[in-house]
């Protein structure tokens, strides 16, 4: 343990304590966004980062430009159905995966001031950054290999869940539940 | 902890705001397809000739090397033509609605969606007079509503201008390459 949550100021417990509440919140609002767009399912991950057409179109265009015409209802034009292309996945993995070190960061400083062994606190903090990695080598293999990799975004979404909720419940049990022993 | 605070500060900074919807897409298409009330879905898969061919035009090609055209028709004559075209930055992504008249000039542009970021942004250059640039455009003419809504408006707002003026060159590009 290099410092200790348990016996630290008052005030360095509230602030840990605001931020998992906050970081909570937020995952809360991730798992509701996930389902809106993505799903937690791997058929509708697979949908949502396959290939869509342009990886295949990218491997193999046709010799001529292929036009197919059908009839549309007005309600086929202007729904959509929620697709994140090789561009847009470019752009999100540079935009998220900085913010998902930094609360991978945020939690394994936590998990540094609990009473753990230290292998458990290096299992921990190997699930905090294993799970941001596993959920966009999820999203890139799905898009470039197979549909089948939807499975790996799925366990990286639930590794995510998984490793804030042991820090954060072994986080406040230690810091206002727990019985304190001597330092 | 100063360089995971910067982190931190940065992350927040680089992190794309939620999109939001500035023109329902049934609207824009009641817009730009006036009266029409039969549609069709004109798919274009773009063979790699075709694909350079628009890159060499205007520097773009659809990202996943599919153009759609939706086309609408009132008692079987063709009221005009419609595609809907992302352009990207790096404060996310915008959507334009671009209608074409069956004689292949511009009918109208829409913005459909934009970021919480962007939105001020667009709607300053909207209020500008933006769009009107583009009425009756032909496909061969470059957009210009940007430099003639510039002096009006702020910077972000001139850079969103300039982003429409680029989506609107990207689809005029399709329809003229492709679209018959």
New interface residues.
């Given amino acids: 343990m290099l410092y200790d949550l348990r016996h630290s100021d008052l005030r360095v417990r509230w602030l840990v304590t605001l931020l998992l509440a906050t970081l909570g919140t937020s995952y809360l609002f991730g798992a509701w966004m996930v389902g809106l767009y993505a799903g937690f399912s791997p058929k509708r991950v697979a949908q949502t980062y396959g290939p869509?057409?342009?990886l295949m179109?990218?491997q193999m265009?046709?010799?001529?430009?292929?036009?197919?015409?059908?009839?549309?209802?007005?309600g086929?034009?202007?729904e959509?159905q929620h697709h994140v292309?090789?561009?847009?996945l470019v752009?999100d993995t540079?935009?998220?995966m900085?913010?998902y070190?930094?609360i991978a960061?945020?939690l394994a400083?936590i998990t540094l001031g609990l009473s753990l062994s230290r292998s458990l606190s290096l299992a921990i903090i190997t699930l905090l950054f294993a799970a941001p990695w596993l959920d966009f080598a999820g999203m890139w293999l799905t898009k470039l290999v197979s549909p089948g990799f939807a499975i790996v975004t799925l366990a990286g979404g639930w590794a995510m869940a998984l490793g804030y909720t042991i820090v954060a419940a072994i986080a406040i049990w230690q810091m206002w539940l727990g019985r304190k022993t001597a330092p | 902890m100063k360089a995971?605070i910067l982190?931190?500060a940065?992350?927040?900074l680089?992190?794309?705001t939620p999109t939001v919807i500035l023109v329902?897409?049934?609207d824009a298409?009641a817009h730009l397809l006036p009266g029409a009330d039969?549609?069709?879905?004109?798919?274009?898969?773009?063979?790699?000739a075709?694909?350079r061919k628009i890159h060499d035009a205007v520097g773009w090609e659809p990202?996943?090397?599919?153009v759609t055209f939706?086309?609408g028709k009132h008692q079987d004559q063709t009221v005009g033509a419609l595609m809907f075209m992302r352009v990207?930055c790096q404060h996310?992504?915008l959507e334009l609605a671009i209608g074409f008249e069956p004689t292949g000039s511009v009918r109208g542009v829409e913005v459909t969606k934009a970021t919480v970021e962007m939105k001020p942004w667009v709607l300053e250059a909207l209020r500008a007079g933006l769009t009107d640039a583009y009425k009756g455009m032909g496909v061969n003419d470059a957009p210009a509503g940007a430099n003639k809504v510039k002096p009006r408006i702020g910077s972000m707002p001139g850079y969103m201008a300039e982003l429409i003026d680029k989506g609107v060159m990207h689809a005029n590009a399709a329809y003229r390459l492709?679209y018959h």
């Avoid at chain 1, 265009?61 to 007005?74: K, L, Y």
């Avoid at chain 2, 039969?38 to 274009?44: A, D, H, P, T, Y």
């Fill in positions: 869509n057409g342009e179109t990218m265009p046709p010799e001529t430009t292929m036009v197919t015409e059908r009839p549309v209802a007005m086929e034009m202007v959509e292309d090789l561009n847009l752009q540079h935009v998220h900085p913010m070190a930094v960061a945020a400083v | 995971l982190g931190a940065l992350a927040a680089l992190h794309i329902k897409r049934q298409v039969q549609f069709s879905e004109r798919e274009l898969h773009l063979s790699s075709d694909s990202p996943d090397g599919v939706y086309v990207d996310g992504p492709f």
